[in-house]
Structure formats: C-alpha cells, structure tokens
C-alpha cells in the first residue's frame, strides 16, 4: 500500500519562499509521475505542476512560472516543490500526487497549507 506524506507548508511574507516536501513509500517511486495540485479557499483544485514518469517533462501553471520548481530525488524517494516570489494569491492547501494512471494520480498526501500574507 503506498502512501504520501508532506512537509513543509507555513506561513510566510509576500516575496518569501518555502519548500514542499513528499516523501514516498510503499510503491515503485522511480517508475512513476509526480504532481502538485493546490485548491485555495473556495476554489477548485488545480494542477500546479508535473513531472513525467520519464523525469524529462515538466509542466508548470501559468501562474507559478519561473517562480516554482519541481524537483524529485530517486534516492530518498522523496519530491519537492520549491516555491520562490511568493505572492497573497498562492495560498493554498498544497497536495502532492503520485503514479498517473488513466488519467487521475494513483496516490496522494494529506495536504499541507502554505498562507502568504503580510
């Protein structure tokens, strides 16, 4: 049974920065997609940005765009969003996903929650 478990959310200043972390466990993590989706209070969750099960494609929301970075390491079986230039509109419940399968991600964490505000 795998699973997902996050880290790293907080709360922070507009211009700050923080790193998400997903470790991974009880699944074939070096065969699969990587994902963070974030919803923001009375919003529908979306896809901020993906990694290929190949490593060799990322995507990124037009929003986050050379302010996110997604990262993966096979070694510790852990993936992590690198969130710089945060602004008010980030804020989020920030969930990393794992393994798409048939269109919809096979595993997900709990969610942690970023708040950006001054």
């Known amino acids: 049974q795998g699973s997902l478990v996050e880290s790293g959310g907080g709360s922070v200043q507009p211009g700050g920065s923080l790193k998400l972390s997903c470790a991974t466990s009880g699944f074939a993590f070096s065969q699969c997609g990587v994902a963070w989706y974030r919803q923001a209070p009375g919003k529908e969750r979306e896809l901020v940005s993906s990694l290929n099960a190949g490593g060799g494609t990322f995507t990124y929301t037009d929003s986050v765009k050379g302010r996110f970075f997604l990262s993966r390491s096979q070694s510790k079986g852990t993936f992590y969003l690198q969130m710089n230039s945060l602004k008010i509109e980030d804020t989020a419940v920030y969930y990393c996903?794992?393994?798409?399968?048939?269109?919809?991600?096979?595993?997900w964490g709990q969610g942690t929650k970023v708040t950006v505000s001054s």
């Open positions: 996903a794992a393994c798409r399968e048939g269109g919809t991600y096979q595993y």
